[in-house]
Antibody, heavy 121, light 108 residues
Framework: QVQLQESGPGLVKPSETLSLTCTVSGASISGYYWSWIRQSPGKGLEWIGYIYYSGNTNYNPSLKSRVTMSVDTSKDQFSLKLTSVTAADTAVYYC???????????????WGQGTLVTVSS | EIVMTQSPDTLSLSPGERATLSCRASQSISTNLAWYQQKPGQAPRLLISGASTRATGIPARFSGSGSGTEFTLTISSLQSADFGVYYC??????????FGQGTKLEIK
């Protein structure tokens, strides 16, 4: 079955860039949108954005100015960069497959196990 | 942005009891709603999509209902494995997709 695994630094300094990669196994990255979602005690679950295997993206307006996503189909990986981080960006970051429902890209299934990123000097 | 509000924040019940969790949308979302279960230290797991369709492998004791702005997740007879936090998510209008704040289902 499809499995996702996040990887990247667990500690990032304020004002620097958070970079994470999600590796997909058990299925091709093609044909789906792939999302990043984060979870912090203060804000609950927050959708960050998604990327199609072709490179098309859609970001949460609240984070759009700081987010860049990319995809590497040869490695079945997609990545997240979040610039100018602050303590408010401390969260568990999940990657997830976005499932299509008719004309809508809809729910998230499955999810990676998540990785905690702490923003601190 | 569509705001999702869940109630109650915490629900304390005993095994074997029936659980009823609510989710309200700030505007009509038809049946474009999913439910997830999250256990400590784990990622959320999809339970229900389309407001009422169980995901693969989800037991029949889980059922979803509702449309428009009011939705319910019912667990007919609680088992110990069912305790955790439950989230609803709308996919009617994005960006952004939005989640409820969660309902914690705990053992009484």
């Amino acid at each position: 079955q499809v499995q996702l695994q996040e990887s990247g630094p667990g500690l990032v300094k304020p004002s620097e860039t958070l970079s994470l990669t999600c590796t997909v196994s058990g299925a091709s990255i093609s044909g789906y949108y792939w999302s990043w979602i984060r979870q912090s005690p203060g804000k609950g679950l927050e959708w960050i954005g998604y990327i199609y295997y072709s490179g098309n993206t859609n970001y949460n307006p609240s984070l759009k100015s700081r987010v860049t996503m990319s995809v590497d189909t040869s490695k079945d990986q997609f990545s997240l960069k979040l610039t100018s981080v602050t303590a408010a960006d401390t969260a568990v970051y999940y990657c997830a497959r976005t499932v299509r429902d008719g004309q809508r890209w809809a729910w998230f299934d499955p999810w990676g196990q998540g990785t905690l990123v702490t923003v601190s000097s | 942005e569509i705001v999702m509000t869940q109630s109650p924040d915490t629900l304390s019940l005993s095994p074997g009891e029936r659980a009823t969790l609510s989710c309200r949308a700030s505007q009509s979302i038809s049946t474009n709603l999913a439910w997830y279960q999250q256990k400590p230290g784990q990622a959320p797991r999809l339970l229900i999509s389309g407001a009422s369709t169980r995901a693969t492998g989800i037991p029949a004791r889980f059922s979803g209902s509702g449309s428009g702005t009011e939705f319910t997740l019912t667990i007919s007879s609680l088992q110990s494995a069912d305790f955790g936090v439950y989230y609803c998510q709308q996919y009617y209008n994005w960006p952004p997709y939005t989640f409820g704040q969660g309902t914690k289902l705990e053992i009484k």
